[in-house]
């Protein structure tokens, strides 16, 4: 598709535009983040300008932006970032991707949504949405998202679900990843672990077995929910032969006289 250049106009001519609408006959954000887009610009600011601070993502496939630069290279940036202007200064809220993309392109602008007036917590909602609506998050990287919307407004399971448009369950399972162990998320990123072995890792009682099973996931040697309920059923299986000897000693010592 080629890119359609929208002309420069004088700040006075500039329009507001919604970021709802659409762009190249495609809808840009989910319906429900709306609310919180209306009132943005259209413009095209300075690379070099833009403050890139944490974003929601942490992990990024090298190649995948390479493949995505390739592509802006031949049909333009379709997409927009999207920035906020705060004492003057922009900061990048959606688009780390198409930025890093756009980087290796040596471009020295790029066409942006300029928000402004937006509080602390509109723009994590917006982040969160619009990472989450485009190449899959690691839910490592959502359910840090999730927990840093949470400290930053102090919201209830229930308002978390309705402000960023994610069942209830899911809000209560990446508040669980998110405290775990550091070490623990670095290896569930590095080594693709799966999401349940992290949950059901979690609601084990505290014992020698939780503290030798955590240390292989960290090794990167427990990654599978079929290893982890392979090695339970082992534990299992050995507790119960360790009752089965232990009953008739126990009777042993009952019957034992007493002198």
């Not at 080629?2 to 319906?31: H, M, Y």
């Not at 413009?43 to 990024?60: G, H, L, S, W, Y």
């Amino acid at each position: 598709m080629v890119k359609t250049f929208v002309p420069r106009v004088s700040k006075r001519e500039r329009q507001t535009l919604d970021l709802a609408d659409r762009i190249n006959g495609k809808d840009i954000f989910r319906q429900s983040d709306e609310k919180l887009l209306r009132g943005a610009r259209l413009d095209e600011i300075k690379m070099a300008d833009i403050n890139v601070k944490e974003q929601v993502r942490t992990k990024f496939n090298d190649d995948s932006i390479l493949e995505l630069a390739e592509n802006i290279k031949i049909n333009g940036l379709i997409q927009p970032l999207v920035i906020h202007l705060k004492d003057g200064k922009y900061t990048l809220i959606c688009g780390e991707r198409r930025f890093r993309a756009i980087t290796t392109l040596g471009w020295e602008k790029a066409s942006c949504f300029i928000l402004d007036n937006k509080s602390e917590e509109e723009l994590m909602a917006i982040q969160f949405s619009e990472n989450s609506s485009r190449e899959q998050l690691h839910y490592i990287d959502t359910a840090d998202g999730i927990y840093n919307y949470q400290l930053a407004t102090n919201a209830s399971e229930r308002k978390i679900q309705a402000a960023l448009g994610i069942s209830k369950s899911e809000v209560h399972r990446s508040l669980i990843l998110a405290k775990l162990a550091k070490d623990m998320k670095e290896s569930a990123k590095r080594y693709d672990i799966e999401k349940y072995v992290l949950l059901e890792w979690e609601e084990l009682d505290e014992s020698n077995f939780k503290d030798e099973l955590q240390m292989k996931i960290i090794e990167g040697t427990l990654t599978k929910r079929s290893q982890l309920k392979r090695r339970l059923r082992e534990q299992r299986l050995a507790q119960e032969q360790l009752n089965t000897l232990a009953i008739p000693q126990m009777q042993m010592e009952e019957n034992r006289p007493h002198l």
